[in-house]
């Protein structure tokens, strides 16, 4: 897996939604081209290309291994690509780092965090690395763990080395927020959270489209997808097999699983695999 941890170079300071300046209204929110990745000469991601139109809610969809991480890291700026570039409201991630991560909210799959703070100290912090006010972090702060029910581990002083996995995947969403990007990239951030936990954060990614804002999220979960997404990109094999809205890609008449399936092939298990298992 990529593990490429943290938004590490020159974290930019933020002037808000609209600090970057204006995109014309037909850019896309968040462009792969062409990315390309391998990893001691195997191909993790292979010229994936992807168009995510403003508003909309995509669902990053592939088997493990298939390259997911891979191309999200690469976007987002965490892993640089052997080849093609990807755009966040036209901004060059890897030209303008700085003015595209502005624009970019980022839940990295295997999110390393300073674990001796407490989810309120470790905001305040996150908030000062991101150059936003004292004042406008602690009210933001504030909501985010109340909103996101860290704020009574909060009040306790436990801190994020204590917290449990949907914890953390909790936090790092709130550090993803806080400084109210355009753009919001998460590496499944369903998994290990529990089902009230989960109807907040699809409230929280649905008003965030409601206000123009453009969310892409990589799941295993189809179901999931399905419901929360209107668009939705399969990849396999570091390559993007279809994307789409929704029913474009599903059809009418079937499931995105039986889609999946189709397009990525299905294995079963032969009649003498794992017969020991019933010996
Ligand atoms: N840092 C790395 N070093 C070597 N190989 C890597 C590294 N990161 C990823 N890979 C390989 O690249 C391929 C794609 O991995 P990636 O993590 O992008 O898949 P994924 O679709 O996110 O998988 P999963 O659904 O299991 O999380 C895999 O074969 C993986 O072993």
Do not use: C
């Amino acid at each position: 897996m990529v593990n490429d941890a943290v938004p590490t170079d020159a974290v930019p300071k933020d002037t808000g939604p609209t600090g970057a300046g204006p995109a014309a209204e037909d850019v896309p929110a968040l462009e792969l081209v062409g990315l390309t990745k391998a990893f001691n000469g195997t191909t993790a991601a292979d010229g994936v290309s992807l168009s995510v139109p403003r508003g909309s809610l995509l669902g990053l969809v592939g088997p493990n291994g298939a390259g997911k991480t891979t191309s999200i890291s690469m976007a987002v700026g965490l892993l640089r690509p052997d080849a093609g570039t990807a755009r966040v409201l036209g901004v060059d991630m890897w030209s303008d780092p700085v003015a595209a991560k502005r624009l970019l909210g980022v839940l990295p799959d295997g999110l390393s965090l300073p674990e001796r703070l407490t989810g309120g100290e470790l905001l305040t912090y996150w908030g000062g690395l991101r150059g936003l006010g004292r004042d406008l972090v602690r009210e933001r702060a504030e909501e985010l763990l109340r909103v996101l029910e860290l704020d009574e581990a909060d009040r306790k002083g436990v801190l994020v080395a204590e917290y449990s996995t949907g914890m953390r995947k909790k936090i790092g969403l709130a550090t993803a927020l806080l400084h109210a990007p355009r753009v919001l990239v998460l590496d499944e951030p369903y998994e290990a959270v529990d089902p009230v936990s989960a109807r907040v954060l699809t409230a929280i990614l649905r008003r965030f489209t409601d206000g123009g804002g453009t969310v892409v999220v990589s799941s295993h979960v189809m179901a999931l997808v399905e419901q929360l997404a209107d668009r939705v990109a399969i990849i396999a094999r570091g390559r993007m097999l279809a994307d789409g809205t929704l029913d474009g890609v599903r059809g009418s008449d079937a499931t995105l699983e039986d889609t999946f399936v189709r397009l990525v092939g299905a294995r079963g298990i032969g009649e003498e695999e794992l017969s020991w298992l019933s010996s």
